[in-house]
């Protein structure tokens, strides 16, 4: 079955940088775009990037432009997303999933917490 396990989540105080990682399984990753989702405790769950089959077509919230980077190896079916100059504002739970397919389940998510 599908399958997303995200990991590289942690506490860092603000300005610092953290590198998440989502491995993959049960479909064919290479074929698919993929994505990196925040929910903040009371808010949302809102769409942060996203990344194209071969990554030639990446986006971004206006909120974290210019200081997040998203990125994938096909062969090794992982998705990633290097965070710097971290603001307590990125305080979430962040998951990864494929981009436009409504029906897969959720991770477990990677809890990132920014505080000083």
């Known amino acids: 079955q599908v399958q997303f396990v995200e990991s590289g989540g942690g506490l860092v105080q603000p300005g610092g940088s953290l590198r998440l990682s989502c491995a993959a399984s049960?479909?064919?990753?290479?074929?698919?775009?993929m994505s990196w989702y925040r929910q903040a405790p009371g808010k949302r769950r809102e769409l942060v990037a996203s990344?194209?089959?071969?990554?030639?077509?990446?986006s971004y919230a206006d909120s974290v432009k210019g200081r997040f980077t998203i990125s994938r190896d096909n062969a090794k079916n992982t998705v990633s997303l290097q965070m710097n100059s971290l603001k307590t504002e990125d305080t979430a739970v962040y998951y990864c999933?494929?981009?436009?397919?409504?029906?897969?389940?959720w991770g477990q998510g990677t809890q990132v917490t920014v505080s000083s």
């Open positions: 999933r494929r981009t436009g397919v409504g029906s897969d389940n």
């Open positions: 049960g479909f064919t990753f290479r074929s698919n775009g």
């Open positions: 990344i194209s089959t071969t990554g030639g077509i990446i």
